[in-house]
Every structure is written in C-alpha cells, then in structure tokens.
C-alpha cells in the first residue's frame, strides 16, 4: 500500500511538473441532443494524436486541460451521428456540441453506451449501464416495461422470486441496495408486491449499477448503488409519449419554459385492472400510479436550476375489511455552478419520504409508519489536467423513523391510541475522490470517505442487564427477549451513540493491449439503517430503523478483479469478474422474532456476519441485426451467528448458512433480432438455482400432537426457477420521423407455462392422513400486448 501511495504522489508531482514545462490549455462545455437540448450522460471527448480524452458528467458537462497545439476531436456516443472537428488550442477554450440522432435503427440492446477502447482503460469496473431503450425492449410480465427485471438479466443481480420486490446484489440483501433517483433515496423500488417497478421508463435518461468498486462519493448501503437520473425536457418544442396496455398505461409530457432555456416535463402512470374486477363480483382491489415531474432552467453558461420530484402510490383492499396503502415521495432542487472551466460543483436540498398505511375495518383502527429524510449534498469536480481530476463533497442527512402509530377509525372502536417511539439520527459525510492516469497503460481511482452516524435522542429507550437485550435459556436451549430493567428518556438534541468510519476505495487499471484490460478493485463500506424483515422478499410492512445502542452498523469489505476485451472491431465484448466480500454486524432473528408493531426490535435480534463470493461472466454482441448478451453467475451467500458466550448456540447451532438469496447458478440470455424496419423479436431466457428455504425433514407425535422436525436453516431449496419470454415490436411506419409516430408491443411472459415455484408447503391430507407437499406457483404463461405512441 505505501509503495502505490508512493507512486501515485511521485504521479501528482510529474503531471505538475510537466504542467508547468508545457504550456497547457483547458477546453470543456456541454454536450446535448440537438432535437431536444436534452444533455447527455458518458459522451466520449476523444484527442486520438494525443491517445486521450474524457467523458461527459451526470449533467452533460466535460473539462480536459492538454498542451496547446492544433488537434482533431471526436465526439461519439452510441445513437447518435460522431462530430469530428479540428480545433486550434492557443487558449482556454469553451466548446458546446450538440448529437444529432442518427437515422439508422441503432436503438439495439447494448448494456453500456461507451463501448470504444478508451473506456477498456479506466479503472471502473462492476459497473452496468442501460439505457431506456434497452428496458423498453426486454419482453416482462403483462408487457410493462419495468427497470427492475431488466436488470435482473445482469451477471450479479437476481431476485428473490416472482412477485418479489426488491433485487439482490452478489449475495447482499434487497436492503443493502441504495437507490437514487435525481439523487433522492427510494425506499421501496416496487409496485404491486413486485409485479411493477417505481421508475417510468419514459422518464429516465440514464442508469448506473454499481456492484462494486464504489467510487467514496456514493455511501449508506453495502451491496450496491443504483443510480437513475431522470430526463430533462425537451426545450425546443412540445413533445408527448405514452402506451396504452392490459393493467397500466403512461403518458409523458415535455415542453420549453423558455426556448432554449428552461423546459419542463411531466410524467404519470396508472394501472386499472381493479376497474374490471367487480364484473366477476370482486370486491377486492389492487391499482398503482405514480407521478414524475422536473423542471430545468439555465440562468446563463455558468448556473443551471433543476427541481425534480416523484410521488408513487399502491392501494391495495380486501372487501370492506382491510385497505394497504404504501409509496415514496421525494423532491429535490439543485444548483449547478460553474466556478471555472476546469471546476463544477453541484449543489441539492433533497426531502424523501416513504409511507406505509394500513385500515384494519373489521377491528377498527388505523395504522401508519415510514421514514423521512432530509439531505443537503454539496459536490465538487475539479477537472485539474488530462491525468488527474479530483473530486469532493460532503453529505447531511437528517432522518426521522416512525415505527408505526395507531389509531381507533371510529368512535365505537375498542382500540386505544398507541404510538411507537420514534427514533431520530444524523449521518454526514465527507469524501474525496480522485482519477489518476499513472502511466499509458496504467489507470488509478482511489479515494477516502469518512462518515458518521448520530443516534439522537428520543423519549423512551429500554435498559437491560449487562446491555443484553437477547438473553439465551440455557435449560430450553432458546433465545428468549431480556425483560428491561428501566427506562431512559432523552432530549431530542442527545447523542445516544455515535458511529465513525473511515471507508477507503480503490481500483486499477492495466491495459494489455489497445482491446483488453485486467482491473482490480477494493472498497469498504458501512450502513447505518437496516430493514427489519424476516422474510426472503421484502414487503411494505417491513420497518426500517437506525443503528443505535443496540444495534451496529453493518461494515463491508470487498475486492474484486476482472478481464475486459472488445474484440471483432467493439462488435463482441467479454467481461469476467470474480469477487469476495464480507459484512460484519448483519442482523439477524431469534426464533419466533415478532417484528410487527414492535417498540423494542433489539429483544429479537442478534448481530452475525455474511460473506459472498463468485464469479461473473458477460458477453457481448454489440452490433449487427442480431445482438444481445450472456449473463452467468456462479456463486455463494452465506451467514453466520455465532453464540455470544461458549454455552450459547448462537443461529443454526453457529455454522455457515445459505442467506435466502444464495443462488448457486445464475443464467439469462436476452437477444433481439430485427427483421426490417417494421418487425422486431426481442427475446430472453433466464436459469437460476432454486432459493434456499427449511423444509421438515422428520416428524414426531407429542401427546397426540404431530410436530414437524426442520432441518437445519435454509439448508433445502426450491425446485429451479426457468422460463422464456418473448416479444413482438411491430412498428407500421418505420420511416416517419416527425408527427404521430406509433408502435405495438406483443409479448408473451413464460412461454412454455412453466410452474415455478413460489414456495413449497407441508400438509397432511384429510382423506389419506399422508403427508403431502403443495406448491405454490405465481405466473403460468401470460400473452399480452400494448400500444405506443409519440408526437
């Protein structure tokens, strides 16, 4: 380690020293759509005489400083025509481009756009991208595109299930992904159970999943970050998307403030399969929407204003006697400022919000619960030459936790107003990042974040024996809750416990050849909030709560190293990656643990540890009529609490156990196939290891009574999960390019009917007094068809 800090200061002081031997200029601007001014994320600035370059930010942006002289630059980014242009670099230079969309069919499925040889070289690794198209284009279930099965198909990701919210991320948990929309945390990224996700496709501009070498500016979450960034407008003219399908339609609408200037765009979802239902005399009820909203204005070169919001609603009923109401809320106003053409800051005042409601009818009461968080986040990019950029910032969050409250619906209602505490912490950070090119073939991204977590005070807090809120009977050989002995009561403005630490990354780059590179990369990271659910799949009802006294915050350790290659001039690419992690304090249940309507969590949980390791592969066809990917990944999840005593047990007798999102094998094929300009068949098939579960193994009579004997923790599996789905682009004028413009969409979700478990049950038959197994199955196969439309 010191000899690589060695290097990379014996780097800093070469690159200032030639800096100052030859005269150097700065050239940077903005790169955006021609028909929209719409900016574009991860454009290539290509100097080829030079043999560098650079790539556009989240907000179009890019800045290059090279020595003065006369140079060819190109500009290339996947969809749209190159610019290729001589400049004269006698002075600092500010240079805006504007891409216009080629007129070829390139909306091809392609996991990232930056597909040249330049990106073979930076240490960025564990990254996807996708773009809309993309998602539109993968054939899911009641064909809703939907963002979160399209990037279930990437080597590394899975889910726990259909009809399961949340993904998995190398072995980690739904709960250790951060999620960001315009930089806003969303706390629950499904519709409907799982069956759709939070994100409109049509308002997106752009995705980023990061599985690992996190750069320091992203923390909070332990397994990965997605990263989505919503459009901006169109601010030249009017323009409206949508579809109209089986469940759920969509409309999108965007439009100049100010021409040139400021634009705006809305955009709302809606499904009405619950309009239908009381034609077969159903009283239940089950419908989403949600709302996408921004507002862009460039006061002038320099200062850019961005108000972005999102608000999502799921209400689900059963007759009169029960009604689920749950979704997130998040608004965020940013600034962007130019200090120079070498430096960008970008400054958000960001709320998020994430609600769980529920109205028992039947017992008259009310219930309600979510998180709330308000965040100020100030970012620094400093462009400072060709090798070396920096980047810092610093990030407040205030949070509020409500457990939950409830309340009587009616006067007659026999139910006392109860509320649960609510907790309350402070998180900050601060981190540095930084971009170093050490040599022609040697690239470096290393950098430091320190963060801290405050506990604040709240009204009522137990005390226990020895601070042991579990205690173990060693006669019954069980973990039972401590019984208090106090109550603690603290102002609001209290620290009750205090959390530091100091998260390094790092991640290089060595390039073998002009086609191929070896990268490596390590980071640790630490979470400070925790969802609290003892089911595979996280559900609306689960309660997420703050690291405390009790409770510690999980910490990972990862490392990781991949070969990448284009080859067959960029049209095939190959990515294999294997990684390791570990987390330290993972939560984990007591038997029995009731975590509904619970004022003291830290009576059921015992702090374990998990470990993930495996190897990833993705390849590649990037261009022709045909194209697609491969994605297989082989590995292991696994956990592990020990007892805390030697007399204790600890979970699973203290061994290794499968986490329920252990899946051994992991394989999905997507392709599309263009016919002509008018049909398109888009295609994927996915293979995964059954989920780990506990099945009963042997049985025993008690006083009359059967009791099942388990095995030992999700030491059995579901039967393998497999299916094939397709789909139909009809497009019946290919060639139009202005006014309506439409296309259909015919897909079929599990072409072959298969039975995919969902879970497995154990009963004994009335008739026959045999034990017998019952599977659950979701989804048989699901034809469906929608029709989409633009103007």
């Not at 042997?698 to 923790?713: D, L």
């Amino acid at each position: 380690m010191k000899y690589i800090l060695a290097c990379c200061l014996l780097g800093f002081c070469l690159n200032v020293s030639m800096t100052l031997a030859q005269e150097k200029f700065t050239i940077s601007g903005v790169v955006s759509d021609q028909n929209n001014n719409e900016t574009l994320i991860g454009v290539n600035i290509l100097f080829p005489e030079l043999n560098t370059g650079t790539v556009t930010n989240e907000y179009g942006f890019y800045s290059i400083t090279i020595p003065k002289g006369n140079y060819k630059i190109i500009v290339s980014y996947l969809g749209y025509t190159n610019i290729s242009k001589t400049i004269n670099l006698s002075t600092n230079l500010k240079q805006d481009f504007q891409l216009e969309e080629t007129l070829e069919n390139l909306d091809e499925v392609v996991i990232t756009k930056n597909i040249e040889e330049i990106n073979i070289s930076k240490p960025q690794m564990s990254v996807n991208v996708l773009s809309a198209n993309t998602i539109k284009q993968i054939p899911v279930v009641l064909g809703e595109a939907d963002v979160i099965k399209a990037i279930t198909l990437l080597p590394g990701v899975s889910n726990a299930g259909e009809n399961s919210s949340g993904f998995n991320v190398r072995g980690g948990a739904a709960d250790q992904n951060l999620i960001l929309l315009d930089e806003a945390t969303i706390y629950n990224s499904s519709h409907l159970f799982g069956l759709f996700s939070v994100f409109n496709p049509d308002a997106i501009k752009d995705l980023k999943l990061y599985k690992g070498g996190i750069p320091a500016r992203y923390g909070g979450r332990v397994s990965s970050v997605l990263d989505i960034y919503q459009k901006e407008g169109n601010s030249n003219e009017f323009h409206a998307n949508g579809g109209i399908g089986l469940v759920a339609s969509r409309l999108l609408a965007e439009g100049p403030i100010k021409k040139n200037t400021g634009s705006f765009l809305f955009g709302g979802r809606s499904s009405y399969a619950h309009l239908f239902l009381p034609l077969f005399n159903s009283d239940n009820v089950a419908y989403f929407y949600d709302l996408n909203t921004k507002l862009s204005y460039k006061i002038n070169s320099k200062n850019n204003m961005y108000l972005s919001g999102y608000f999502g609603r799921d209400v689900f009923s059963i007759a009169d006697s029960f009604e689920n109401t749950y979704g997130n809320s998040v608004i965020n106003l940013r600034w962007n400022h130019l200090f120079s053409n070498k430096l960008f800051s970008n400054l958000s005042l960001i709320y998020s919000d994430y609600y769980y409601g529920l109205k028992l009818n039947f017992v008259e009461f009310n219930w309600n619960s979510g998180i709330q968080n308000f965040n100020v986040k100030y970012d620094f990019k400093d462009y400072l030459n060709d090798k070396f950029k920096l980047y810092y910032g610093l990030n407040s969050i205030y949070y509020k936790f409500n457990p939950g409250k409830i309340e009587p619906s009616s006067e007659t209602s026999g139910i006392n107003p109860y509320k649960l505490t609510d907790k309350f912490a402070f998180e900050n950070d601060l981190y540095v990042d930084i971009e170093h090119q050490l040599s022609d073939k040697i690239q470096l991204s290393y950098g430091l974040r320190l963060s801290s977590f405050l506990r604040l005070g709240q009204s009522e807090l137990n005390t226990y024996s020895n601070n042991q809120a579990v205690n173990f009977n060693e006669e019954l050989q069980i973990y039972e809750k401590a019984e208090p002995t106090g109550v603690e009561t603290f102002k609001k403005s209290h620290v009750i416990k205090s959390f530091y630490n100091l998260e390094p990354r790092f991640s290089i780059a060595y390039q073998v050849s002009d086609h191929s590179s070896i990268k490596a990369s390590y980071n640790r990271l630490s979470q400070y909030s925790h969802l609290l659910s003892n089911t595979s799949s996280p559900t609306p009802l689960d309660v997420w709560t703050p690291s405390g006294k009790y409770i510690k915050p999980q910490l990972l350790d990862q490392i990781a190293i991949g070969y990448y290659k284009n080859f067959d001039k960029n049209s095939y690419s190959l990515e294999i990656e294997s990684f390791f992690k570990t987390i330290q304090n993972r939560i984990d249940y007591i038997d029995g643990a009731d975590l509904i309507a619970n004022d003291a969590i830290e009576q059921v949980i015992l702090n374990g540890k998990a470990r993930a390791y495996g190897l990833e592969l993705l390849l590649r066809k990037n261009q022709g009529r045909f194209n697609g990917w491969l994605a297989y990944t082989l590995s292991k999840s696994e956990q592990q609490t020990k007892g805390r005593t030697p007399s204790e047990l600890g979970i699973n007798n203290g061994n290794w156990y499968n986490t329920p999102y252990d899946k051994t094998h992991d394989i999905s094929v997507t392709g599309q196939y263009t016919f002509n300009d008018k049909w398109e068949l888009n295609s994927n098939f996915i293979f995964q290891t059954g989920q780990p579960t506990s099945f009963p193994v042997s049985q025993y009579e008690y006083n009359g009574v059967t009791i099942a004997n388990f095995n030992s923790r999700n030491a059995s599996r579901l039967p393998s999960y497999h299916r094939l789905d397709l789909s139909m682009k009809y497009t019946p004028k290919p060639n139009k390019n202005h006014g309506y413009q439409s296309y259909w969409v015919f897909s079929i979700y599990n072409a072959y009917n298969r039975k995919n478990a969902s879970s497995i049950t154990f009963r004994q038959n009335r008739n026959t007094r045999n034990n017998e197994a019952i599977r659950l199955s979701i989804f048989g196969i699901i034809p469906s068809f929608s029709y989409n439309f633009k103007f």
